[in-house]
């Protein structure tokens, strides 16, 4: 289905497209609402992706087509801010033009096909707009390196679209390579790549976070809050992951609630994410997946970005013996990524029986069947064949 960009282009606008571009949704393993705090995050790019197809078009006029929606949406982008998915285009469009990367003339057309699902918890609009920015760029003549494609898509949607995410998303949807996890300090930006080992289950729960853009600015300006009290105590700290682990009883002196709740996940799961980075890196599955569900607790608890569907699913795999289960993603809907040790992948009777145990505690609590996928942790932003 995602394959056919090329084929919605010609259809819609008659013509061949002059170039595409791909890039694939994630799911972070841990290190959760720690990018915009200045933390590690632990991102693998999964197997889902977004095609963007492009053409020349009018100057500074961006015509769309999904197949999500099926219409073609005609946009100045210059003019206002535009609603729905044209913006994060319009976004792109604008931080190609100010990088001198931009179609000539600053107009295209453009056709998307993806298997993302949207607000899954699996960054479908990082996935968008870093393919995006990469077809554009091609069709620009420019050739972006992986961080300058994260760039734009980032500044598009924080400062554009005006959702005040971090940068791991477009981080690992331009700089992913199969079957590695991507060790992302958000600070200074420093990757490493870590092969991973295990076999990872992804469990849709298709809870959908509508409200989730207000509840995650919502976490965003209490951490900034939190931020500005620790000052008073150390007035050198930038990030909340900075703040020292060892001063945990000055930081709960210092804050009220929910401040005091936040914080201490916050600087948790940054010491979790970097611990857990180099136990995957020893392949020591075992105690990472001890680690993923301290995660999920500190989510549930301190960062209140869990949802009762989730909690199902993660309890159920614990009781069944998976390794580690945590929410990936923002929260509040969404996913529940599942750590299985390397001999219950495949068709072990690990793997059957885990799945097994979490689709019977769901129907049972909620009456139907959750989504369950394997990850292929794959590569990430790349060229299309143009057809
Ligand atoms: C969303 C944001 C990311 C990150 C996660 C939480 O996916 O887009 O930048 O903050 O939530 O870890």
């Keep these: 289905m995602r394959d056919n960009a090329s084929a919605l282009f010609r259809a819609t606008f008659g013509v061949a497209p002059r170039a ?3 890039a694939p949704g994630r799911v972070n393993l841990i290190g959760e609402h720690t990018d915009y705090n200045g933390g590690p995050v632990l991102p693998v790019a999964c197997a889902v992706r977004s ?3 492009v053409g020349p078009g009018e100057p500074g006029v ?28 319009a976004g792109v469009m604008h931080e190609l033009v100010a990088l001198g990367a ?4 600053g107009g295209a057309r453009v056709a998307v096909t993806s298997d993302v699902p949207v607000a ?6 990082a996935a968008l707009t870093v393919a995006a920015a990469k077809a554009l760029s091609l069709l620009a003549g420019v050739g972006l390196r992986p961080r300058q494609l994260a760039g734009v898509a980032f500044r598009a949607e924080h400062d554009h679209v005006g959702v005040r995410c971090g940068i791991m998303d477009q981080m690992i949807a331009a700089l992913a390579r199969p079957r590695q996890a991507l060790l992302l300090e958000c ?3 420093a990757v490493r790549h870590i092969p991973i080992g295990g076999c990872l289950l992804l469990v849709d729960t298709g809870v959908r976070r509508e409200l989730a853009a207000g509840a995650f600015n919502e976490r965003r300006a209490e951490c900034d809050a939190a931020v500005a009290r620790l000052k008073n105590e150390l007035p050198e700290l930038q990030w909340l992951a900075s703040w020292p682990a060892a001063w945990l009883p000055r930081l709960k002196r210092a804050l009220p609630e929910p401040l005091r709740s936040r914080a201490l996940h916050v600087v948790g799961e940054t010491a979790r994410a970097r611990f857990g980075a180099q136990l995957l890196a020893r392949g020591h599955l075992k105690r990472f997946g001890e680690l993923l569900y301290e995660s999920h607790e500190s989510c549930r608890r301190l960062y209140d970005c869990s949802a009762p569907e989730l909690d199902t699913i993660v309890a159920a795999a614990r009781r069944a013996g998976a ?20 001999g219950d992948g495949g068709r072990g009777k690990g793997e059957a029986k885990v799945v097994r145990e979490i689709r019977d505690a769901f129907a049972a609590a909620y009456g139907r069947e959750p989504a369950i996928s394997t990850v292929h942790p794959s ?3 790349r060229r299309e064949a143009v057809r």
């Design 323 to 342: 390794l580690g289960a945590r929410l990936t993603g923002a929260g509040w809907g969404g996913a529940v990524l599942v750590l299985l040790g390397q």
């Design 62 to 89: 961006l015509e769309m087509v999904s197949t999500r929606d099926g219409h073609v949406t005609r946009i100045d982008y210059r003019e206002g801010r535009p609603s729905g998915w044209g913006a994060y285009l």
């Design 187 to 189: 600070a200074s930006l």
């Design 379 to 381: 590569g990430g932003a």
């Design 120 to 125: 899954a918890g699996l960054a479908s609009s």
């Design 20 to 22: 595409a571009a791909s």
């Design 51 to 53: 095609v963007v197809a």
């Design 102 to 105: 931009a179609p000539l003339e």
